[in-house]
């Protein structure tokens, strides 16, 4: 059974920081790209960042290219998102996935106010 349980959100100000990880089971994590999703009211869920299985080749959305930082632990089947200098913008839940699975975890909820 494929799962992924994110946490490490939370509430902070606007040019805060925050680092959210994401525990996956159920398949070779080494194996698979993995990708940071978000969702805000009203919206549909974006892309924000995706790193790679081999060489962790990185990809991000250009509203947070040079603020956010993804990365991966295959050891401990993890992947992580910092996310540095924050946008009231950036507020959302944030999930994360492995293309092609169709499971999602609960997500990690981000808010960002003064």
């Known amino acids: 059974q494929v799962q992924f349980v994110e946490s490490g959100g939370g509430s902070v100000q606007p040019g805060g920081s925050l680092r959210l990880s994401c525990v996956a089971s159920?398949?070779?994590?080494?194996?698979?790209?993995m990708n940071w999703y978000r969702q805000s009211p009203g919206k549909g869920r974006e892309l924000v960042a995706q790193i790679g299985n081999v060489g962790g080749a990185t990809y991000y959305d250009d509203s947070v290219k040079g603020r956010f930082t993804i990365a991966r632990d295959n050891a401990k089947n993890t992947v992580y998102l910092q996310m540095d200098s924050l946008k009231p913008e950036d507020t959302a839940v944030y999930y994360c996935?492995?293309?092609?699975?169709?499971?999602w975890g609960q997500g990690t909820q981000v808010t960002v106010s003064s």
């Open positions: 996935n492995a293309p092609p699975f169709a499971d």
């Open positions: 159920g398949f070779i994590f080494s194996s698979y790209t």
